[in-house]
């Protein structure tokens, strides 16, 4: 099967910042393929070159088989785009919005069918401005499909929502999923990555740092746990050195008074790290652990996490 | 496949209309653009209007005298006993007091820095010389201009026209074409097949419906409200207007063209519109500014698009008569249009 996008030695710079330096990207047709990474990795530099919007310094973008330069209006119709942060036009309605939209596209779903796509139809005749951030973004999305396009762009779909907002969300991307549309999501979510995404690239300073299926990635760092303890006020006296000579424990990192442990074997390295703490004579206050996850895969391969990085 | 159900406009159609109902449904947009003008009009129509000459109020002691003062139409004469005389005319009750003198003359008491007071003085000793048998050397005739098209309000409804017809090109550009670059709607816009410059075009398509009600609101309201006449070529008027308002909108698509705020944009608009509203002749004749900058005066497209409203409205004058006017607003219109062209920032 052919690529539906093709991204070669991408760069582009402003001024002194390199935002994307030599990307090299391939998504599959039919496949929904997350770009994850922190704000300022250049996720959304890159989805807007691919878009058109933005001219890269060098490097070639082929989608669908054709390039901005010589087949534009032809890209631009079968093109689904969302982009971060638009505001739509707060005094039209709904409709308005949408059968703007449509007029733009030969051909597509008629507004009122891509407003029943996103679940919207009872706001049909509601003005924009009144609408939830929820339901602004299902707009935006209702937008995006409205020229019926073989390739969806959603540039942070849920960032800003409150948690029912992105469940709901993600319920519609996965439709989309299922009427086999080739998707290109950029996130700094990584549960959304991993419930959504049949392939992630972990984006960092402009560069892809580690590409695959989320479950690769992530038996990729070799962990398979991570233990997150902390002590209250007693941090100080802790020596981390000891928890490192714990059986199956990868590697400890100290951050704001709690402490996590990258392990591969859960049910040998809790009961050693018990241990140690009464032998340091540390009282526990807390204790968590879940399995690992592509937050995780981003820690370890960057030494940071994903929300301060 | 293309679908034609009867929802599928052009996109033309539907920026046009998209623009034309987000201008609808904005209030204070309404009001400055059509009731604004209207509430200037009348107000400055009422203050300036043409009252009929006022008739004096004078004060006479003896019966006789103000039997020979009343003669004169233009004076309203009491006959007062002296001390109450004395007293209106202190008080500005009655601009003079005719007093008989010695040896049948008369003596008017009067304030001469007043010039009620002087044309009192003037009236009351015609009617007294005429009553006491004088005959004017010379006949002659009164003939007075109230006609419409020399009163103020005939002055005003053009230049309140042109300063609507820039107003509304201006701000209706500058704001709608800033606010949609601040919330990345220009982008999304971009991001779809939608050719750019369809963009621009919706602007100069709904311009053109909202001028057909804001001319029509303002000439109508001249027109019934005060008699303003429409002297000219009501064709040539229409061109005048699509004119002067597209050339305004190219002026705004320029002040527009890189803004990213509306708070940059307003200072820009209001920099420019501002000496305009005084020097280009909206409220008084811009004749009145020194020789030396009347030929700047001229070349702004204000000025030009009131003179040539009130050449056509009020002297009826031909399209060759104003062709100057036309080609200042032709210059402007391609002028800022290829520059702001060449600036525009679409993101």
């Not at chain 2, 009001?31 to 604004?36: D, G, L, N, R, S």
Request: proline share 5%; hydrophobic share 50%.
């Amino acid at each position: 099967m052919a690529a539906a996008l093709e991204v070669r030695n991408l760069r582009k710079a402003y001024k002194d910042v390199i935002a994307v330096d030599g990307l090299q990207l391939e998504v599959q047709s039919g496949e929904c393929f997350g770009l994850l990474g922190p704000n300022g990795a250049g996720k959304t530099t890159t989805i807007e070159i691919c878009e058109g919007l933005i001219q890269a310094d060098s490097g070639s973008v082929e989608m669908l088989g054709m390039r901005w330069q010589t087949d534009a209006s032809e890209l631009r119709q079968r093109l689904g785009i969302q982009l971060q942060d638009t505001q739509l036009s707060e005094k039209l309605t709904v409709f308005e919005t949408v059968r703007l939209f449509r007029s733009f596209y030969h051909s597509g779903p008629s507004p009122a069918e891509a407003i029943a796509l996103v679940q919207l139809q009872e706001k049909q005749k509601a003005r924009v401005g009144t609408l939830s951030g929820g339901q602004k973004q299902r707009l935006a999305m209702a937008c995006a499909l409205v020229g019926d396009p073989d390739f969806l762009f959603l540039d942070e779909p849920t960032t800003g929502l409150d948690p029912q907002a992105r469940r709901q969300l993600w319920e519609l991307i996965e439709e989309f999923k299922l009427a086999g549309r080739t998707i290109l999501l950029t996130t700094h979510y990584m549960d959304e990555a991993e419930r959504l995404c049949d392939r992630v690239a972990i984006m960092d300073h402009g560069k892809i740092i580690a590409l695959g299926t989320p479950r690769q990635l992530i038996a990729s760092i070799g962990v398979e746990h991570v233990v997150e303890f902390s002590i209250g006020r007693e941090s100080a006296a802790l020596t981390l050195s000891a928890l490192r000579e714990i059986d199956g424990v990868r590697e400890v990192t100290a951050q704001n008074g709690s402490v996590q442990l990258q392990v591969t074997e859960l049910h040998r390295a809790v009961p050693a790290l018990l241990a140690e703490l009464n032998r340091q004579g540390l009282p526990l206050t807390e204790l968590r652990t879940h399995s690992a996850s592509l937050e995780d895969v981003f820690v370890t391969l960057t030494g940071r996490r994903l929300r301060d990085a | 496949m293309p679908d034609k159900t009867r929802w599928v406009y052009g996109p033309l159609a539907q920026m046009t209309l998209v623009r034309f109902l987000e201008f609808t449904r904005e209030p204070e947009a309404l009001f400055w653009v059509f009731i604004f003008p209207i509430l200037l009009a009348a107000g400055l129509g009422i203050a300036f209007r043409n009252r009929p000459a006022d008739v004096l109020k004078i004060a006479a002691l003896t019966p006789q005298l103000a039997q020979a003062l009343r003669q004169e139409k233009l004076l309203d004469v009491t006959q007062l006993p002296r001390a109450a005389a004395e007293d209106a005319l202190r008080t500005g009750k009655v601009a003079l007091l005719a007093v008989p003198g010695p040896a049948g003359s008369v003596v008017y008491k009067y304030d001469d820095t007043n010039p009620e007071g002087r044309s009192a003085r003037m009236l009351a000793d015609r009617a007294v010389q005429r009553a006491a048998g004088r005959i004017d050397p010379v006949a002659s005739a009164d003939q007075w201009l109230r006609e419409p098209g020399s009163r103020y309000i005939d002055f005003l409804i053009p230049g309140l026209l042109g300063m609507n017809l820039m107003g509304s090109a201006i701000w209706g550009m500058g704001f709608a074409i800033v606010d949609a670059r601040r919330r990345k709607l220009m982008k999304r816009l971009v991001a779809t097949p939608m050719p750019r410059h369809y963009f621009l075009l919706s602007f100069v398509f709904s311009r053109l419906l909202m001028l057909v009600v804001e001319v029509g609101v303002v000439l109508g309201f001249g027109s019934l409200a005060f008699g303003v006449p429409l002297r000219g070529s009501i064709a040539n008027l229409a061109l005048l207007c699509v004119l002067a308002s597209m050339s305004f909108g190219a002026l705004g698509l320029l002040l527009a063209s890189r803004a990213r705020t509306i708070e940059a944009v307003s200072g820009l608009m209001n920099s420019v519109m501002m000496p305009m509203w005084i020097v280009s002749g909206v409220f008084f004749s811009a004749q009145r500014f020194p020789d030396f900058v009347q030929p700047i005066i001229k070349a702004l497209p204000l000025t030009a698009a009131i003179d040539g409203l009130r050449m056509n409205m009020l002297q009826g004058a031909s399209l060759g008569q104003v062709a100057p006017q036309l080609g200042v607003l032709g210059v402007w219109l391609v002028v800022c249009f290829s520059l702001a062209l060449k600036l525009f920032r679409w993101r």
